[in-house]
């Protein structure tokens, strides 16, 4: 806070760090942003002192050096459906209580002075030593999003002993039942589920959410028995590849439901093509590792290589090899014991040579099903 206040951009200004940066400090968690309130300023006050604005739909500006969120303090009342169904007033009559009491949980609702003091006035702090995720008023079933955001908190806190306070969980199942959540964006959803998705405990997020009913809202395909099917499945993921642990999370997530669920899934949520695909990419993995294991070959016959080969042509590997490489980084996490047959079957595709069979005579229509067929017998010589 030192930099803070030797800070003369901020000279005469009555500036307060936070929500998650002060909470974070408090339970020794890791603290990698900062966002500050601004009690008693003007936009014009802010421009002036070479702040950028960027808020739509409030007064949030950008510190020139650093690019640290300075918001001025504000009230919200709700006019209309789901997450950006708010009237904004701010004005330099609106005090840090009002500016707090807008928040969602307790613990995201304490500021802190440039000289290190904490403004609580919902006892965030108890709550933070009790381990309770608990609102601050019944404002907070005015926005749905916040149904998202507490499951997401408790994915990050679980492993600290945090629970969710009983009429909290309550106020979201009320939520939930009442049609707000599906206002919401679908975007703004996906954003919340891949957030929860990188947490400590993301499995917590989606049991939270069918305790409130919020499951079925977003991810009916999910219910019931696929979804302990899945989190079975979201446990296990490549620990060193290049794709974020969120998507293959999300993938392992959605590999029990059938091809038709997960496409309407990925739709429903507008999913980034990239995670869609890795989510058909991961279910064809699992059909064949269950195809290989349920129907070894017997000893001293030939090995049908037509399932290998289909994955690896499904997965559009000899365009896009990095693609098999990602599959078989989750094969290693599965199934141990059939990563290195097909790691040799792979090896074995690749050094099949279009070249020699241009040179051999092949073209056209004849040249691509010769092509496949070297494959198929380089594939099955390898499994062998």
């Known amino acids: 806070m030192s930099e803070q206040r030797a800070d003369p951009r901020l000279a005469g200004l009555n500036v307060y760090r936070v929500g998650g940066a002060v909470r974070d400090e408090l339970l020794g968690w890791p603290v990698y942003d900062n ?3 601004v009690v008693g300023a003007t936009p014009h006050a802010m421009r002036k002192r070479g ?5 739509r739909d409030f007064p949030v500006f950008l510190h020139p ?3 640290e969120e300075y918001a001025l303090a504000r009230t919200e009342r709700k006019s209309g459906h789901g997450y950006a169904g708010f009237d904004v007033h701010a004005s330099p009559d609106v005090t840090l209580e009002e500016d707090l009491l807008r928040r969602d949980l307790t613990i995201n609702a304490i500021a802190q002075s440039a000289g290190g003091e904490l403004t609580d006035p919902f006892n965030g702090q108890a709550d933070i030593k009790q381990r309770v995720l608990r609102h601050i008023s019944s404002a907070f079933s005015e926005d749905p999003l916040r149904v998202l955001r507490t ?5 990050r806190y679980a492993s600290l002993g945090f629970t969710i306070a009983p009429e909290t969980l309550a106020l979201m199942r009320q939520v939930s039942h009442s049609g707000e959540l599906e206002h919401l964006a679908a975007e703004r959803v996906w954003v919340e589920t891949e957030k929860a998705l990188g947490e400590p405990s993301p499995a917590v997020y989606f049991t939270t959410l069918e305790r409130c009913d919020a499951l079925k809202v977003w991810w009916p395909e999910l219910a019931g028995e696929a979804l ?5 499945a979201l446990a296990k993921v490549p620990t060193h590849s290049a794709l974020a642990v969120a998507h293959w999370r999300y993938a392992q997530l959605v590999s029990p439901l059938s091809d038709e669920q997960r496409d309407v ?3 429903r949520l507008k999913l980034p093509n990239a995670v869609a695909q890795l989510a058909r990419h991961t279910a064809l993995t699992h059909s064949l590792i269950s195809h290989l294991l349920t129907n070894p070959a017997p000893l001293g016959t030939a ?3 037509s399932n290998v080969l289909h994955w690896l042509e499904r997965l559009d590997g000899w ?3 990095e693609q098999v490489d990602e599959q078989l980084a989750l094969v290693k996490v599965l199934a141990p014991e059939l990563v290195e047959r097909l790691e040799n079957a792979w090896q074995a595709a690749c050094q099949v040579n279009p070249q020699v069979l241009i040179a051999e005579g092949y073209q056209g229509a004849a040249l691509g099903k010769a092509l496949r067929e070297r494959r198929g017998q380089a594939v099955a010589a390898a499994l062998s």
């Open 65 to 67: 050096e650093t690019a």
């Open 151 to 155: 499951a997401r908190f408790l994915a």
């Open 35 to 37: 966002d500050w309130v």
């Open 51 to 55: 702040f950028k604005p960027v808020g």
């Open 228 to 232: 302990a099917k899945g989190l079975a």
């Open 303 to 305: 090995v049908d290589g």
């Open 319 to 321: 365009r896009k090899p």
């Open 265 to 267: 899934l990925a739709a």
